[in-house]
């Protein structure tokens, strides 16, 4: 499968953005889809993700700012991020496994595809 990430951009301290990655090639609903990040100089480190239930699971941090959804139809999955601060300021990645057990689905190394990254920058 293959994924394409977009939707970020600059945005003062308190703003919103979504974030989109779409993918194409193969059955997308049956994919786990995630949302990592990079800042500069740090790991990159889990935000959230949805299985192809629909179900969610998110890093402890972005729990009620950060909402990630899915439209199967459209190959797409969403992360709209409210209340953005200055340190979620990164490039915003998203991967796709079909095979992802709960105690991986926080690990980057447990998926295959990866997107290109969007760049979000949150200004103070």
């Known amino acids: 499968v293959q994924l394409q990430a977009s939707g970020g951009g600059l945005v003062q301290a308190g703003g919103s953005l979504r974030l989109s990655c779409t993918a194409s090639?193969?059955?997308?609903?049956?994919?786990?889809v995630a949302w990592f990040r990079q800042a500069p100089g740090k790991e990159r480190e889990f935000v959230a993700t949805i299985r192809q239930s629909g179900a969610t699971y998110y890093a402890d941090s972005k729990k009620g700012r950060f909402t990630i959804s899915r439209d199967n139809a459209k190959s797409t999955v969403y992360l709209q991020m409210n209340s953005l601060k200055p340190e979620d300021t990164a490039v915003y990645y998203c991967a796709a496994d079909q095979s992802i057990i709960s105690t991986t689905m926080t690990w980057s190394r447990a998926y295959d595809y990866w997107g290109q990254g969007t760049l979000v920058t949150v200004s103070s």
């Open positions: 090639g193969r059955t997308f609903r049956n994919y786990v």
